[in-house]
């Protein structure tokens, strides 16, 4: 009986081990289309404002909700890209993330190594203060720098949209706290070698920070470029708005608030498409970013 029943086992145990390999988890399927119907059901109004912007502008009026762009135009598009001061709002949004995002990431890492690496009276309470402006909404704030703008007769330019953001709270916080983590033994055998603060702060700590700082580079520069409150109370000269502001004018001169949805549609993908492809290009060093490891293996 034991010799018949040993070939029967050798059988019967590769064909177990299968079945519960191709056995299906119900959960995870579950889960997995619960997500997906999420997912579905946030990217709806980016799908319906993408319809819409190829959608014929009487049809939108006659059937507001729909997702067949049919009959299909580029109209909305044309009437866009056709104001000579598209590609003018382009460059300003821009020249604008790009400057405030070196400046800020410029001084805020000078600052960070200062607060991080380097004692001095009074670092303690001065840190301090400065975190306090994280609490500090810049609505708060609006009125003062609007008017100190206006006395230094900055207004309608990029130096007024680049300078009330170029120092950051958060940004000198996350690069304090960075530093800190990295061994001050490393500067130690840097300053025995005849390195200067700088040269340690240029040579060792930049490098080290890499990850960090492209992370904040990447975030500044996307908020700078979707910002709309500042933009829009300072820069008042059509040839000084940012594509954010400019296409919202755009659309606002051809109708009502109700109306030409295509138009307001087309504008918001025309702003948006430039930093989409931003973000796919750089996700990979976003997502790997957001860590903020110390870069110490």
Same mark, same amino acid.
């Given at each position: ?28 399927? @579950?889960?997995?289309?619960? =997500?997906? *119907? %999420?997912? %579905? ?12 912007? %190829? ?16 009959? %299909? ?12 001061? #598209? ?5 300003? @949004?821009? $020249?604008?993330?790009?400057?405030? /995002? ?16 380097? +004692? ?16 500090? &909404? ?18 309608? /330019?990029?130096?007024? !949209?680049?300078? +009330?953001?170029?120092?950051? &709270? ?5 690069? /304090?706290? =960075?530093?800190?983590?990295?061994? +001050? ?8 070698? *005849? $390195? ?16 960090? !700082? ?16 500042? +933009?829009? #109370? @300072? ?6 708005? /940012? ?10 001169? =051809? ?15 025309? *702003? ?7 973000? =796919? ?13 110390? *870069?110490?293996?």
């Amino acid at each position: 009986m034991s010799t018949v029943a040993r070939p029967i086992d050798a059988v019967g145990r590769p064909r177990a081990a299968e079945r519960r390999r191709w056995r299906i988890n119900w959960r995870n399927v @579950s889960f997995f289309l619960l =997500f997906c *119907g %999420f997912t %579905f059901v946030w990217m709806m109004p980016a799908l319906w404002s993408l319809v819409t912007s %190829f959608r014929q502008e009487a049809d939108i009026q006659r059937n507001l909700i729909s997702l067949v762009p049919l009959p %299909f135009t580029l109209e909305h598009y044309e009437r866009i890209l056709g104001d000579g001061l #598209v590609s003018r709002w382009l460059l300003n @949004s821009l $020249a604008v993330s790009f400057l405030r /995002t070196v400046i800020q990431i410029a001084l805020c890492s000078l600052a960070a190594y200062a607060f991080a690496r380097i +004692p001095f009276p009074g670092k303690r309470p001065l840190y301090i203060l400065v975190l306090i402006g994280l609490m500090v &909404p810049f609505e708060a704030i609006l009125i003062p720098v609007y008017l100190l703008m206006a006395d230094a007769k900055l207004h309608n /330019t990029w130096a007024a !949209l680049v300078a +009330p953001e170029i120092a950051s &709270p958060l940004a000198l916080f996350l690069l /304090t706290q =960075f530093f800190q983590e990295i061994p +001050p033994e490393l500067d130690e055998a840097a300053h025995m070698d *005849g $390195a200067s603060r700088f040269a340690v702060y240029r040579r060792i700590i930049l490098p080290l920070a890499t990850p960090v !700082l492209a992370t904040l580079a990447i975030f500044t520069f996307l908020g700078t470029w979707n910002e709309y409150l500042w +933009p829009l #109370v @300072s820069s008042t000269d059509r040839e000084a708005l /940012t594509v954010t502001i400019g296409l919202r004018k755009l659309a606002d001169t =051809f109708g009502h608030q109700t109306r030409d949805l295509g138009l307001k549609m087309a504008g918001a993908w025309v *702003g948006g498409i430039p930093i989409l492809i931003f973000y =796919f290009i750089l996700q990979r060093r976003i997502v790997s970013g957001i860590r903020l490891n110390s *870069g110490i293996k």
